[in-house]
């Protein structure tokens, strides 16, 4: 294995984060997860509403820890003309800035790009909003809720005899989130050659419903709506859900022909592949339910640990269906996909979700510290900015 020895591919990028709740700051974590300095400004006497969010821990929102830790913040009243005045100098020293405020909200202050991009031309401005900066809705306000139903996502979440469904966290906000770090990285990879700034505009429902786009295509080439499907993809069989003989779920996923007979023969039954009713996928899906019966049956036959033995050795796509401790305990998560967040008094060193993905010779940031509300506002305004000390005491104490 190569060592581990690079810097992260956005190091010395600056990016400011003017964003708050969920989607602009997991694109500003994004970033900083591979190597970008990331400044969040926040409102001086409520912070990011994000750290009102439960669960909580002695006050301190997990959430808001997940997705900020190791940023600096900044404490501004944008309401105020100095405030405002800050966050434009600001823009002229950094690559990047998020904002995730209603469309026109920035243009009203007098920081759009235009304003922001004067000083900084090659600077980015990505933009994250319930329905784009664009469109007849692109004044409407949006949270991920909002992008989970509007976009068919709910429609077809849950089963037949349910009721539409979103998903208990932060799905729309966290893949849009990703795009708009994606979105990002592609506007600094096209400043590197041109010298060009650029508007990102990402609405939270767009990456959504372009993972659900078979549902359009499915509507617009036969004119069928898709419904609610449980665990089932309505494209292949056998797939879903089980339940095991000692109480535990498992997932099973026999996607292509060749999974479906190694799955038969893990079930001791090979000869199932050569029943017209299950030997093609489009001969299991006509026969869904009859399939399904036989896995559940067999599945339930078993105690889980034996069934995922059997299904590892035939090669058939599985797993077990984790809850957060069994995540934490997995020796594969530990060593590749959680990192420890370290610095902070309420938390101590516990475990989190790193980054989304891996380059080869880097290991990724310290996570380290949740930031008080404008805990590095001296710092940064005096580094970046060579505020003086009166000017710095003037502005805080305007701020308070």
């Known amino acids: 294995m190569k060592e581990q020895t690079r810097t992260g591919p956005l190091d010395g990028v600056r990016v400011l984060e003017l964003g708050t709740m969920y989607a602009a700051p997991t694109a500003g974590r994004m ?34 820890a997940r ?3 190791g940023k600096r913040s900044v404490a501004l009243d944008l309401r105020t003309g100095e405030g405002r005045d800050v966050v434009r100098r600001l823009a002229a020293k950094v690559d990047v800035v998020i904002e995730s405020f209603r469309p026109g909200r920035l243009e009203a202050w007098g920081l759009g790009y235009e304003v922001l991009s004067e000083n900084n031309p090659g600077l980015v401005l990505t933009r994250v909003s319930g329905f784009g ?72 429902y767009e990456p959504l419903l ?86 559940v049956a067999w599945v339930a036959s078993r105690p889980r640990k034996e069934i995922l033995e059997i299904l590892e050795k035939h090669e058939v796509v599985s797993a077990p269906v984790n809850d957060a401790s069994d995540i934490v305990a997995d020796p594969h998560f530990r060593e590749r996909t959680l990192v420890e967040l370290t610095g902070n008094e309420i938390l101590g060193s516990v475990l989190m979700p790193g980054p989304v993905l891996h380059l080869g010779g880097y290991a990724g940031p310290r996570y380290h510290g949740v930031p008080a509300i404008g805990e590095h506002t001296r710092d940064v305004l005096g580094d970046w900015l060579q505020m003086s000390d009166a000017e710095l005491d003037a502005l805080t104490g305007a701020a308070g």
């Open 31 to 64: 970033l900083r997860d591979f190597g970008a300095e990331v400044v969040k400004v926040e409102d001086p006497a409520t912070g990011d509403f994000a750290r009102h969010w439960t669960p909580q821990k002695d006050g301190l929102s997990l959430g808001f």
């Open 67 to 69: 997705l900020n830790a």
């Open 133 to 204: 900066q664009t469109g007849p809705y692109r004044e409407r306000p949006g949270f991920g809720t909002v992008a989970e139903t509007a976009s068919g996502f709910a429609f077809i979440n849950g089963w037949p005899d349910t009721p539409p469904t979103s998903p208990p966290f932060g799905f729309a906000d966290s893949i849009a989130g990703i795009s708009a770090a994606m979105g990002t990285a592609m506007a600094l990879y096209r400043r590197e050659r041109t010298g060009e700034g650029e508007v990102v505009d990402v609405a939270l």
């Open 210 to 295: 372009f993972i659900l786009g078979d549902m359009v295509l499915k509507y617009q080439a036969k004119g069928e709506i898709q419904g609610r499907e449980g665990n089932g993809t309505g494209s292949a069989s056998p797939r879903g859900v089980y339940r095991a003989a000692d109480g535990n779920w498992l997932s099973i996923a026999a996607s292509n022909q060749g999974i479906a007979k190694r799955l038969f023969e893990a079930m001791g039954r090979p000869e199932l592949i050569e029943d017209p009713r299950f030997a093609t996928n489009a001969a299991r899906m006509a026969n869904n339910d009859a399939i399904q019966a036989e896995v």
